[in-house]
């Protein structure tokens, strides 16, 4: 039994270390966001997949990764609502964030496929031409999501304590693609995908949801970095929060229902919340 478990137990330690550490250097120099290391360790991941698994790719794979990359390169250019966090305090412009995270996106995309074709908890229905499981797909994320987004825009209202303020709905749709395919692709497909593989050999039947969980909580974790130092136990809660309302919904539609679905459930929630105007 120990053998059986110690897998995940060393796993758990790893992710509890960049939280613990990342939080206690925040206090007193200026850190990385959690995000920004999960990313860069998600598409590290990604690159050494792709360099041991890439002859198991096809071509629609690279098609849909390099379209992924396009989306949010280019949509990044022209972005109005969506501001993301300076990438690694260094990259401030909307040019440099565009090239950033469309190479970002279609790596973790491609990475993504590729641990897909190994047999990978996730699928992307769109890459294998499955249109009627893809649109069957985004119609209950968006069904699902669509009530908590509301859920959302009142709870950023009351811990905000500012009021609607209605934005443009064309930019809404558009900038909300940012944060839905890119957390989507990097949390939900390629770290998912690589925790399984960590965990397929020890855990065999149990692998794909609890490396779906890990991944789900090192998500929603992640949103915290400043309450985390300013007071750990009200971070620890929110992240709690945050997982029950919304990350258990997005574990359940990605694994049953495939990564569009997580796609539609996240995007109608920042489109909700950027067309109120938070």
Do not use: C
């Amino acid at each position: 039994m120990k053998n059986k478990y110690s897998t995940i137990l060393l796993l758990i330690a790893a992710i509890m270390m960049v939280f613990v550490m990342r939080t206690r250097l925040a206090s007193n120099v200026t850190m990385p966001r959690t995000f920004e290391i999960f990313d860069i360790l998600a598409v590290a991941g990604a690159l050494f997949v792709l360099m041991k698994g890439h002859r198991s790719l096809r071509r629609q794979d690279v098609i849909s990764a390099l379209v992924l990359g396009l989306v949010i390169g280019v949509g990044m250019m022209f972005a109005t609502l969506f501001s993301p966090y300076p990438f690694f305090g260094v990259v401030r412009s909307n040019a440099g964030q565009a090239g950033v995270r469309g190479i970002l996106t279609f790596t973790a995309a491609l990475g993504g496929l590729a641990i897909m074709r190994l047999g990978g908890p996730v699928q992307f229905h769109a890459a294998n031409g499955s249109w009627r499981e893809m649109s069957q797909g985004v119609l209950v994320g968006l069904t699902i999501g669509l009530p908590l987004a509301v859920v959302n825009v009142f709870a950023l209202q009351f811990t905000q304590g500012r009021p609607v303020n209605w934005q443009s709905p064309i930019a809404t749709l558009l900038d909300a693609l940012q944060p839905g395919i890119v957390e989507e692709i990097i949390y939900r497909f390629v770290l998912w995908g690589l925790l399984w593989l960590v965990l397929r050999n020890s855990l065999p039947t149990q692998a794909a949801w609890l490396a779906g969980l890990l991944a789900t909580l090192i998500h929603s974790f992640s949103h915290f970095d400043e309450l985390f130092v300013q007071s750990p136990l009200m971070g620890l809660g929110m992240g709690a929060l945050l997982t029950l309302l919304w990350g258990l919904p997005l574990l359940t539609l990605t694994r049953r229902r495939g990564l569009e679905s997580a796609l539609a459930f996240h995007w109608i929630q920042d489109v909700a919340r950027f067309l109120a105007g938070f």
